[in-house]
């Protein structure tokens, strides 16, 4: 290991558009990643006041806004915070940026579609070109260590983009073992892995995403190889509870070792579940 390991810690709360810039993009297109994934491709002149940060797990706050507030699109957060009350403010929800070329002029945000329920995922599901989508950040926290033995990243589908884009980014000699739960064999997605980095699909199988334990159960019975590991578990905060007391209680690892955190509560909003950080039932670390 490096005597400065990576970044590990990650604050998903902080007010993003205090320290960090607003980005209205436009919508180029949307692919169809599976039944339960859609990317969102957008671009546009405004996206040249995003500016990229070194981490593989780079995210952003999407602002929604909602007409019936009085605002309309494209609106200055900076102004609407500074003269609106704060249930006038857009409602934001957190993305990981899946892949951003400068050069195309793209940036990539993968979204889960989780049914009706929600803001993000319905939004995504019927975006079309030309719909504006605003936001503010990036912010991140992690990249895989050059300097680790091995790598174990885990996730469900809302930690597949990040998941994803830190294992393209892993050099070709890099090994270790990633765990993804998604439904079924029609939501994996191909992901240019090291050879030495071996895929696990875990498959829930029409079981509710964030009901059950296949992720957590997935890594305990998995290999577990020598050396110093470089963790990064992000997904449902359950599921990476269950997985906090394997890295920590099983495997001993130290803290400086493991990336872990909750990207979406079961039953909840993401106002709600940011809410609930401050709570007993949101702390996993
Ligand atoms: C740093 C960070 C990065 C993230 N990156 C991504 C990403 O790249 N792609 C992504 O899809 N998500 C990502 N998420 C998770 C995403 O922010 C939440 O899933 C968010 O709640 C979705 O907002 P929504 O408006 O669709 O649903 P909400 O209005 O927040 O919730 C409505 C209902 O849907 C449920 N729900 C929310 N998310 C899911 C889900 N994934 N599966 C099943 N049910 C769900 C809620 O529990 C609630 O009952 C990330 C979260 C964080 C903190």
């Known amino acids: 290991?490096?005597?400065?390991?990576?970044?590990?810690?990650?604050?998903?709360?902080?007010?993003?558009?205090k320290k960090r810039p607003q980005a209205n993009l436009t919508v180029l297109r949307t692919e169809r990643l599976g039944p339960h994934m859609v990317r969102v491709v957008a671009g546009g002149p405004g996206l040249s006041a995003f500016e990229p940060k070194g981490f593989t797990d780079m995210y952003v706050k999407i602002h929604f806004v909602d007409p019936a507030a009085g605002l309309a699109e494209p609106i200055d957060l900076a102004a609407v915070r500074a003269e609106l009350p704060r249930d006038r403010w857009p409602a934001t929800r957190t993305y990981t940026i899946r892949r951003f070329d400068p050069a195309a002029g793209e940036l990539a945000v993968d979204f889960v579609v989780h049914g009706d329920a929600g803001l993000a995922g319905p939004w995504a599901a019927n975006a079309v070109p030309g719909d504006t989508m605003i936001i503010t950040g990036p912010g991140g926290a992690y990249r895989p260590d050059p300097a680790a033995d091995w790598h174990l990243l885990a996730g469900d589908d809302?930690?597949?983009?990040?998941?994803?884009?830190?294992?393209?980014?892993?050099?070709?000699?890099?090994?270790?073992h990633a765990y993804l739960e998604v439904d079924s064999d029609a939501d994996v997605q191909p992901i240019q892995a090291p050879a030495g980095l071996e895929l696990h699909w875990v498959l829930r199988r029409g079981a509710p995403a964030g009901t059950g334990s296949a992720l957590a159960d997935?890594?305990?019975?998995?290999?577990?190889?020598a050396g110093r590991v470089h963790v990064f578990a992000h997904g449902e905060r359950e599921?990476?509870?269950?997985?906090?007391?394997?890295?920590?209680?099983?495997r001993g690892l130290e803290r400086s070792q493991v990336s872990l955190s909750g990207y979406w509560a079961y039953g909840r909003t993401e106002d709600s579940f940011q809410a609930e950080k401050k709570q007993p039932i949101g702390k996993i670390l």
Not at 3 to 9: E, G, M, V, W
Not at 218 to 225: D, E, H, I, K, R
């Open 1 to 17: 290991m490096s005597s400065s390991p990576a970044p590990t810690s990650a604050d998903h709360t902080a007010p993003a558009a």
């Open 158 to 176: 809302s930690a597949l983009p990040a998941v994803a884009a830190a294992i393209e980014s892993l050099p070709a000699t890099a090994v270790g």
């Open 218 to 225: 997935a890594v305990t019975a998995g290999p577990w190889l």
């Open 239 to 250: 599921s990476m509870k269950a997985l906090r007391d394997v890295f920590f209680k099983q």
